[in-house]
């Protein structure tokens, strides 16, 4: 596509409930990654993907998160038992190659988040 | 470890003045530098970056930033805000060597008062 495309834009849901964040990055990134930013807060890195492996996962806050990329393309996060911190504003951002990226392009090209309320 | 620092939650400026945005930023290697911007509901845009070379760089919408390695720091610039300037600003940082992530700051909102 021609940009970034994350799902739901926004989402409610009820503590102790798992939810799935859905990224489609633009088409031949190889780079993708996850951030989360909080009210009032910066942005947090969570994860890295280059193709379908995730060499950098340090910034996962649990182990009620996780994430997968298939076909090199689309990635969904999923956050299982939320909680109520988890409340936050999940962005999805792509890049061509993550080092090429850096000289050649804008850095990264981000979609405009998932907004997750846990109730 | 490497981090940012933007030692401003908010910098106020009536329109028609110049603007700075402080950022600050901790590693150990060479860094790459960045700025976003990010305007009320919408996302994440791309300002700037400094890779190498000239350490004024120049950027959308008017904006640049100057790299001093003595200072570490990273500031953004421009030498007359306008209203639609207003928005949420981040300074990031990455190793030349990583290919891992970007460590952003923890933002600074800019407010231009017409």
């Known amino acids: 596509g021609a940009g970034v495309s994350q799902s739901p834009s926004n989402k409610v849901t009820e503590k102790g409930k798992d939810v799935e964040l859905r990224c489609d990055p633009i088409?031949?990134?190889?780079?993708l990654y996850w951030y989360r930013q909080s009210l009032g807060q910066g942005l947090e890195f969570l994860i890295y993907?280059?193709?379908?492996?995730?060499?950098?996962k340090s910034g996962l806050p649990s182990d009620r998160f996780s994430a997968e990329r298939t076909g090199g393309s689309v990635s969904t996060l999923t956050i299982q038992r939320t909680q109520q911190e988890d409340s936050a504003v999940y962005l999805c951002?792509?890049?061509?190659?993550?080092?090429?990226?850096?000289?050649?392009?804008?850095?990264?090209?981000f979609g405009s988040g998932t907004r997750l309320t846990v109730v | 470890a490497q981090s940012v620092a933007q030692p401003e939650d908010q910098v106020n400026v009536a329109e028609g003045n110049p603007l700075t945005v402080k950022c600050t930023y901790s590693?150990?290697?060479?860094?790459?530098l960045f700025w976003y911007v990010q305007y009320p509901n919408r996302g994440l845009q791309f300002l700037l970056k400094?890779?190498?070379?000239?350490?004024l760089v120049k950027g959308s919408y008017g904006f640049e930033a100057e790299f001093n390695k003595s200072q570490t720091s990273f500031h953004l610039k421009k030498p007359s805000a306008l209203v639609s300037d207003s928005a949420l600003y981040f300074c990031?940082?990455?190793?030349?060597?990583?290919?891992?992530?970007?460590?952003f700051g923890s933002g600074t909102r800019l407010s231009i008062r017409p």
């Open positions: 951002a792509s890049s061509t190659n993550a080092l090429v990226a850096i000289i050649g392009g804008g850095g990264y090209t």
């Open positions: 088409s031949g990134h190889t780079a």
């Open positions: 993907f280059q193709g379908n492996s995730a060499p950098d």
């Open positions: 590693v150990s290697g060479n860094p790459y």
């Open positions: 400094y890779i190498t070379g000239d350490n």
């Open positions: 990031a940082v990455r190793l030349y060597s990583s290919a891992s992530k970007i460590i």
